[in-house]
């Protein structure tokens, strides 16, 4: 901002507009992207709120007018994903919470405390967060409907829990299944994070004679808060949106334990084709637990994104 | 942990068993076994979801298992393998893999690059821009596949609009089969770039203030100070990127599935993970799954393997 000052007075004039013209074409770019990223959600939110008459005679992107603005889309598509709603969760959140408790252990295990073959360990965990699901996907078939039937062996219990219906057994294989596989990335955010911390906060524990549970519960885990909820967000956001897994293990999408994105792919189609109107409300309906996390923890989203890199 | 009890006792005996029971002490005190519970209960969980699977779907790929009842281990050979290279499906979607992998992921890092250089400097409220330019990575593919559904609509999409605005006819985006990839990786991107920019964002950020000073004292412009001294600096963050964006690439199914709602993509648009789920769980072949899976497998060890050795070397692991 002082560099007019620096350079003299002759051509104050000529490089203030030099800078101006940039810092405009800067501006206009800003403005062009944030169309590019909105647009799609713009139209289909517009979309949503649309009679059929009124999707078809007015432009994608454009507000209803009038006659043309209806809730029915999002009404219909609510009654049809509310159960999916509850499947997705009750599957997530203590797939979440498994998960990030394991990733924390894990990271714990290895961060804070010495030892050899650490290395080794590590990296089979950083695999672990590379490897495609589509490699494991037919043991998971074959383990979880044949080897050890979980699901049906829970149904009769799950079925006396209130509020719950014996196929929601099914999505107990999901959890367990999830909270596996997160367990390395999980494990990979919390390093990072421990690793940041000053080995003195162990060491000093280890002088007073602390057990090393001592030293996570009463260190490791208060001063981790702040990480706890990065990678809680993130694994949420992964777990809810995760589709692989649950086409795997809860099969159809007309299936009563089917969660939201097992469902969302199928709504509003017939054979005459699809109907927008309902497809776009059910995908902002199915999108808002994960909007709703992101607008309020945009950043910690964005830091968790940053670390697995 | 009742073993601590015997190792207190010993006192003094011969010199080799004081070495070898204060051997056993010093391992069970050892930072090691104390904290195995910590690392050992998710550790096992992991290894026998992630290499257990893994071991398992490279046994069943070498049988010739298929529809119901049980894999058949006594004949073990690689004939699924041979039959997957030889088939003209599994050839196209390799091919079209490699597109996705180097279109996809090229035009991701440009393009991140650039919207982390525009939002770097001098523009205000430059972090409320990121998170929008980032929101399309919270959505889940099953929705943006979805909206672009929407989008790339024939009739009503707004591509089109913009195409027949501009004077040209309608564009069958997913249904020709020679754009629906090029669309396919359109729409990866807008949901991926916003990713890329964060991390090249953090990448920018760790480079010293004082360095844009001094190329700008010495005269140099600012896209020359960009292009020669700092995206340089970048090659960590780039690498990293990179690597996760190819093993993305490798792995996409979802986005491809639930644009159609059923296990064939969009023609043009299929790859190996889609052939692999579409055999496995449409057909029941299993082991030709299995065999096609351990491949992509394959190919993304191939990937994260030199980078994983690159960072050992680099000690940043």
Redesign the interface.
Known sequence: MSQPSSTGSFDVASLVEDVNL??VA??A??VF??G??????E??IM?AIKTNES??RS???APPVGEGFTLGNIQFALEQLSGSFFNSLIMSIPATIGSVL??S??A???T?????AQ?G????????V??????????????WN?IFPLARMLEPMVASIPFFQGYHAELVPLVI?H???G??IC?ILFRSYYQSLPNSLVEAGKIDGA???KI?RRVILPISKPMFGVVFIYQF?QI?????FA??LV?G?DAPAAPV?LV???IG?STSG?D?GI??S???L??VP??I??VAF?EQ??KG??T?? | MATHDNTEQVTDTTDEAVGWESKLRYFLN???V??????????V??????????G??FA?SFTDYEGLG?PDYSTLDLEMYTQALSSDAFISAAQNNLVLLVGFTTICLVLGLF?AV??DH??RFSEK???????????????????????F?VE???LN?VVTTLGFNPVDWLGNPSIALGAVIFALI?QFS??TM??YL?GLQSIPDDQFEAARVDGAS?IRTYLRIIVPQLKE?SV??A??LM?FA??A??FL??L??RYRPPNGTDI??TL??RR??KFGE?AY??A???M??IM??G??GPY?YYQ?KQGS?
């Open positions: 940039r810092r800067q501006y770019l800003v992207f944030l590019f990223f909105l647009v799609p959600l139209t289909g979309t999707v078809a432009l994608p992107f394991f990733g252990m894990a714990y295990g290895l804070m405390v010495n030892w050899r290395m360990m590590l990296m089979l965990f950083v695999v672990g590379f490897v495609p699901y589509q490699a494991v996907l037919v043991p998971l078939a074959r383990f044949n299944t909270i596996a596989y367990i390395p494990t057990s090393i549970t996570y956001t809810y949106n995760e589709f692989l086409f795997t099969t999408s994105t969302l792919p199928a189609a699809i927008f497809r776009m059910a995908a902002f199915a999108a994960t909007l996390l992101y945009a989203f964005a994104l940053r697995e890199a | 050892s930072d090691f104390r904290s195995a519970p910590y690392w050992g209960i998710p550790f969980l992991m290894s026998i979801a992630v290499y257990g699977g893994i398992y779907n069943i049980t919207l525009l939002l001098g523009i821009f990121q998170t929008v330019y980032l929101l399309p990575m919270s959505l889940s593919f099953v929705v943006t596949a979805q909206l672009w559904l929407w989008m609509n009503s999409g707004i609009l807008w916003g990713y964060v991390v953090a600012i963050a990293s990127a690597v996760v093993v490798l792995k199914f979802t599935y639930a159609v709602g190996l993970a692999m789920v496995a769980f299993w799954s299995a096609i899976a351990t992509l497998l993304a060890l990937v994260i994983l050992y692991l």
